[in-house]
C-alpha cells in the first residue's frame, strides 16, 4: 500500500515559469519529509526538507510547502531551468521508527521546455 | 564528493541463479541501504545497515539476503534469482545521524530470464 503518493507522474512547464510538483501521503505518523531529484543514469539526489513543525522550506530557487491538515507537500520550483528537467521523488518518514526507513513516491518527471 | 559505486550497470541471470550486487562507498558513512525501484512502485527498501556486520530488514526483504564485512561495502544476494526480481537496484549511503540525506549510486538493472 503506497504511503506517499504522487499522482501526476508527468509535468511540462516553460522556461522561466513556475514548476509545482505535488505529493500526498496517509501515514498521520510521518514527521519528516524531503525530495529528491533524478537525472537519467544517474541516482537520485537530496533536493530539500521540511520538518512537520514548519509549513514552508526555502533553499533558493526551490520551496517546499507542508499541508498537515490535508496530508500534501509541494514543491515549487521558481524560475523553471532546462536544467532541471528531471524526476523528481518525494519521500517521508516517521522520527520515531527513524529515517532508515524512508517511503518513496513513484516519481514525477519535470519538463522543462526552453 | 561522495561517490556510491554499484558493480554493473546491466545485469542478466538466469532464474535459480545465485546473484551478487556489491556497492561501494568513499566516504566513510556509517548507513547503507538497498532498493529496488519498479514502474508504479517508486523506491522500495531492501535492507539497511547502520554498522559492519549490522543488518536490519527494509519493507521487502523477501528473497534477498546482504553482507557487510566493510564499512564501505555492502552486498545484496540473490539467493535463488527469480523472474520477479527483474528491476532497478540502487545502493546508497548516509551518515549515521543524516539518515534522510542519503548518496544513492546509479542503479544495476537486473534481468531474470
Known amino acids: 500500500d503506497q504511503q506517499v503518493k504522487q499522482n501526476s507522474p508527468s509535468l511540462s512547464v516553460q522556461e522561466g515559469r513556475i514548476s509545482i510538483l505535488n505529493c500526498d501521503y496517509t501515514n498521520s505518523m510521518f514527521d519528516y519529509f524531503l525530495w529528491y531529484k533524478k537525472y537519467p543514469a544517474e541516482g537520485p539526489t537530496f533536493l530539500i526538507s521540511i520538518s512537520s513543525i514548519k509549513d514552508k522550506n526555502e533553499d533558493g530557487r526551490f520551496t517546499v510547502f507542508l499541508n498537515k491538515s490535508a496530508k500534501h507537500l509541494s514543491l515549487h520550483i521558481v524560475p523553471s531551468q532546462p536544467g532541471d528537467s528531471a524526476v523528481y521523488f518525494c519521500?517521508?518518514?516517521?522520527?520515531?521508527?527513524?529515517?532508515?526507513?524512508?517511503?518513496f513516491g513513484t516519481g514525477t518527471r519535470l519538463t522543462v521546455i526552453p | 564528493d561522495v561517490k556510491v559505486t554499484q558493480s554493473s550497470r546491466y545485469l542478466v541471470k538466469r532464474t535459480g541463479e545465485k546473484v551478487f550486487l556489491e556497492c561501494v562507498q568513499d566516504?566513510?558513512?556509517?548507513?547503507m541501504f538497498w532498493y529496488r525501484q519498479d514502474p508504479g512502485l517508486g523506491l522500495r527498501l531492501i535492507y539497511f545497515s547502520y554498522d559492519v556486520k549490522m543488518k536490519e530488514k527494509g519493507d521487502i526483504p523477501e528473497g534477498y539476503s546482504v553482507s557487510r564485512e566493510k564499512k564501505e561495502r555492502f552486498s545484496l544476494i540473490l539467493e535463488s534469482a527469480s523472474t520477479n526480481q527483474t528491476s532497478m537496484y540502487l545502493c546508497?549511503?548516509?551518515?549515521?545521524?543524516?539518515?534522510?540525506?542519503?548518496?544513492f549510486g546509479p542503479g544495476t538493472r537486473l534481468t531474470v530470464t
Open positions: 566516504m566513510d558513512h556509517e548507513n
Open positions: 546508497a549511503s548516509s551518515l549515521l545521524d543524516r539518515a534522510h540525506e542519503q548518496y
Open positions: 519521500a517521508s518518514y516517521s522520527m520515531r521508527t527513524g529515517a532508515n526507513n524512508l517511503f
